[in-house]
DNA sequence: TTGAAAGCGCTAACAG
DNA sequence: CTGTTAGCGCTTTCAA
C-alpha cells in the first residue's frame, strides 16, 4: 500500500497535474476547471485514498500547518489541560500542535525556538513562565505571528489572552473579607512578573480599600521553580510570623504547598484558617469541606488563544480586538470558618 | 534576517553545495573531504547560524524527527505528567513531539493517524485508552515504529512499555488485608481493557489467596468515559449496597470520584472505610491524612518508551528486550483504621 | 578529493 | 479551460 502522489491521481484521472492540484485545494473557480473533471479528480483521489505530503507543501508554500506551543512545563494543571484545548481548537483549523518545554532538562528557549522555526511552524503560542521577552522580540521582528497566554511584555504589543488577574485575586480577597476575616495574608511568587504583579495589585488594592491596615510582611514572596519542600517550608514560616487569619493563594501550586504547610504546623482550613486560591484544582473541590478558588476560563483562553492566532496567520480575517482579558469565576466553597 | 541555505554556505566558503551537506551531515570521512575545507565550512555555518530547512530535509529523506504521540486525553494527571517526560527525553535525540488526542471532540483515530502520517512522523507512542487496536494493526503492517504504553495487544507483538499492573494491585489489596480488611471491594472500569483485566486479577487473585470469601458484587464496575456525576453515584450506590470496608480503585480518576462519593454519604477515610488507589495523585498526598497509592514510574516508563520507540526507528541500536513491565511502587499513607 | 545534477511531491506562473 | 514547467532546499549518486 504505497503512498499515493499526485501524480497517481492525474494519471487515474487522466488529467494533468495542476489540475489535481487546483480542484483538491479548492482553486478550480479561477482557473475554471470543468465540474465534470473537478468530480472525477474528488472521486478519484479519494478512492485512492491521497493525502498530500506535508513536507512538499510545506517545501513549496513555506506553511506547515503546525502551530508551536512554548511552555515551562505541560505537566501543571492549568498548562495540561490548557493545552489539550489548544490542540483540539487548532484541529479545527486543520493545524497539528508540536510542543516544547523550556524548563527541566529540555533545551534551553533559543533552543526550542530554533528548532520549531527549523520546522518551519506557522505560528506561536507562548505562556512564558519563563522570562524570554527577548526571544520573543526577535520572533515579533522577523514577523511570526505569536500571541502570548496568561502573560504579556507592554514593550512589545504582542496579542496576548490573558485571565483577569486583578480582579480574581481581589474577588478573592472581598470574599475573604465578607466572611469576617481582618488580618488576610498573600502568597504570591515572583512578583516582578506580570501576572503575578496583577495578582499582587489585586491583594494590596482590595485590602485598602476595605481599609484594613496590613502590616507589609503580610506579602509572603516565593521563588518560582523553589523546590517544593522549601516552599513548604516558606510558607509555614510565614504563618507562624504573621499569623494571618485567612489566606490568598496567588496560584494553584501555592495553594497545595499552602495546605501541606498547614498539615504540617497542625492547623486545618478552615477551622484554623480561611482561604482562598487563584486558579482551581480537583483537591481544592475534594479537600474537605472544599476550598474557594477562583476558577480559570481554560476552554476560553484556548479558544480565543488559537483564534487570534489564526487570525495573525491570515488564515481567518483579523479580529479587532488582538489581546483579550477574560474574567475568572470565584467558585464558592466551604474554606471559611462559620459565625 | 533572511533564512540561510546550504547554498548561501557553499558560496561563502566557496565550495560546492554537496561538500557542505556531507561536512554538516558528519559524512566527511566516506567523501573523505580535506580537514581544512570541512573547518572552513564549519566555521562559516556557524557565522551564518545555518540550520536546515527541516521540510526540504523531510521531502528529500522521507523523515521528518518528528513523533506522533497520542492519547485519549492529556489533560489527566498521568498523561500529562508523562508527556512532559516524553517530550523531554525525545529531546534528547533530536526529536520534536506532535500529540493528538483521540477524545473530546478532536478528530477521531483515524483522521489523526492520517495527518500525522501525512507529516511524515517517524514513529508513533500510543497510550490506548480507546480501542484503536485495529488502526495500529495497520500501521504495523505499513513498517512504522510504533511503541505502546500502558497497554499492550497481545495479538499484534507491537513493542510495549507498561507499569505491572497485576503487581500494583495486589499489593495495594494485601497493604488493606494486612491493615486488618477482611471485606474488601475493587472498583475497576472496562474490565475489557487489558490493564484493567490485569488489575481485576491483581485484586482476585490476592482476595482468593488470602482466603477471604468475597461476594461477586464486590467488584464495581464502571465505564470509561462516563459522566463524573453518574460515577459517582454509582460508586455511593455501589457502597451503600455492598458494604465493604476499605476499597482498592483501579485508577486515579477512580478514586477521586470514590472520594466524593464518599463524602456524598457521608463517609470518610479512614474513619469509615479503607483505602488504595492505583496511579498516585497530589490529592491522595495531601487529603487528610493521606491516602495509600501505588505510584507509577512515570519518568522510567518515558525514557524507555522513547528508548524503544528509537530502536525501532533505527536510531539507535535495537536492545534486546522490546517491551518491558515496570514495577509500581506503594506509597503507604494513612488510609487505614488504627487498631 | 571535489562538483554537477537528479530528483523528493507539490504549487502556481505561464503558455497554449 | 488545461497542460508544462520551474523551482522550494536538501541528499546522494556519479562523473571528473
Known amino acids: ?28 473557480k479561477e482557473m475554471r476547471i470543468s465540474k465534470s473533471v473537478a468530480r472525477k479528480i474528488r472521486q478519484v483521489a479519494k ?44 484541529g479545527k483549523y486543520g493545524y497539528k500542535v ?47 505571528p505569536v500571541v502570548l497566554i496568561d ?16 480582579q480574581g485575586v481581589a474577588d478573592g480577597v472581598s470574599w475573604l473579607y465578607e466572611k469576617g476575616y481582618r488580618r488576610i495574608g498573600f502568597v504570591g511568587s515572583d512578583l516582578d512578573m506580570v501576572q503575578m504583579k496583577d495578582r499582587v495589585r489585586g491583594y494590596s488594592d482590595t485590602v485598602k480599600a476595605k481599609k484594613l491596615k496590613i502590616p507589609k510582611g503580610l506579602i509572603c514572596e516565593t521563588v518560582y521553580g523553589m523546590e517544593n519542600t522549601m ?33 504540617g504546623l497542625g492547623m486545618s482550613v478552615p477551622a484554623d484558617m480561611g482561604m482562598v486560591c487563584f486558579d482551581d484544582m480537583d483537591i481544592f473541590r475534594l479537600y474537605p469541606p472544599g476550598i474557594t478558588a477562583v476558577e480559570q476560563p481554560i476552554h476560553e483562553i484556548g479558544h480565543k488563544a488559537v483564534e487570534i492566532l489564526m487570525g495573525e496567520m491570515g488564515v481567518i480575517p483579523v479580529s479587532v480586538k488582538k489581546s483579550i482579558m477574560i474574567k475568572g469565576h470565584l467558585v464558592e466553597r466551604n474554606s471559611f470558618r462559620v459565625g
Chains 1, 2 share one sequence.
Not at 509555614?236 to 497545595?256: H, T
Open 151 to 166: 502573560s504579556y511584555f507592554a514593550k512589545l504589543g504582542v496579542p496576548y489572552v490573558m485571565v483577569d488577574n486583578f
Open 47 to 90: 478512492k485512492e485514498g491521497y493525502h498530500p505530503n506535508r513536507a512538499a507543501v510545506s517545501l513549496r508554500t513555506g506553511e506547515s500547518k503546525i502551530i508551536g506551543l512554548i511552555v515551562d512545563t505541560i505537566s501543571g494543571s492549568f498548562f495540561s489541560r490548557l493545552a489539550n484545548v489548544i490542540e483540539t481548537e487548532a
Open 98 to 144: 508540536i510542543y516544547g518545554s523550556t524548563a527541566n532538562g529540555s533545551e534551553g528557549s533559543e533552543q526550542l525556538l530554533r528548532i520549531l522555526s527549523q520546522h518551519n511552524v506557522d505560528g506561536y503560542l507562548v505562556m512564558p513562565e519563563a522570562r524570554i521577552e527577548s526571544q520573543i522580540a526577535s520572533l515579533i521582528k522577523r514577523k511570526n
Open 1 to 28: 500500500m504505497r503512498k499515493v502522489k499526485i501524480s497517481d491521481i492525474a494519471s487515474k484521472a487522466g488529467v494533468s497535474i495542476s489540475a489535481v492540484s487546483f480542484v483538491l485545494n479548492g482553486k478550480e
Open 231 to 263: 516552599l513548604i517550608r516558606k510558607i509555614a514560616d510565614y504563618v507562624k510570623k504573621m499569623r494571618p487569619d485567612a489566606l490568598m493563594f496567588g496560584a494553584n501550586y501555592l495553594g497545595v504547598a499552602g495546605l501541606e504547610a498547614l498539615t
